[in-house]
């Protein structure tokens, strides 16, 4: 059986199964994305944060897109922080650890990069990343996006340290 990839915008109906993708995956994600993983704390939490999702949607304020390989979440992709007047917004990503080093995100970010440059015409796409977390520095410039710049004390992990954050765009242009 030939494996498959798709993305897809969250539904309603994704609420268990991201939920149970969180809960398995909870330390490894939490220092990454601590308010994601905070608002996924029980099911009803996940159901809440879902309907928020495709609110946010709904009124092009926030992407959420499941990774679905083999009809199963796999992860997300997440465009946040739209700026329409230029248009622009930052890329936020993760993978379950049973999927890691698969290709899968990379194939997934190709296929959402193609659809917020084309179909939602964004003429920008941004990443914010530690520079501790060698899987998405790699994967930012594998994707072809430049290193901006450096934001100094720019994030509070779940620790409660702050962390430097390496700033990664990518233009419309600039795509193959």
């Not at 609110?55 to 700026?83: P, S």
Request: glycine share 6%; with cysteine; hydrophobic share 40%.
């Amino acid at each position: 059986m030939k494996e498959k990839l798709n993305i897809r915008l969250l539904e309603k109906e994704d609420a268990t199964e991201l939920h149970n993708l969180i809960e398995l995956n909870r330390k490894r994600l939490e220092r990454y994305f601590p308010i994601t993983v905070s608002q996924n704390s029980s099911l009803q939490a996940s159901t809440i944060y879902v309907s928020k999702k495709v609110k946010q949607a709904e009124q092009k304020e926030l992407y959420f897109f499941v990774i679905l390989f083999n009809k199963k979440i796999a992860g997300g992709i997440i465009l946040k922080n739209i700026d329409w007047r230029i248009p622009k917004g930052e890329l936020a990503y993760f993978i379950g650890g049973e999927w890691e080093g698969k290709r899968i995100m990379s194939q997934a970010m190709d296929r959402a990069m193609s659809y917020l440059f084309n179909e939602l015409g964004l003429n920008k796409l941004f990443i914010k990343c530690s520079p501790k977390n060698i899987p998405s520095r790699r994967l930012a410039v594998k994707k072809g996006f430049k290193l901006e710049g450096l934001l100094r004390q720019e994030f509070r992990i779940e620790t409660g340290e702050v962390e430097d954050i390496e700033y990664y765009g990518k233009l419309k242009v600039e795509t193959r």
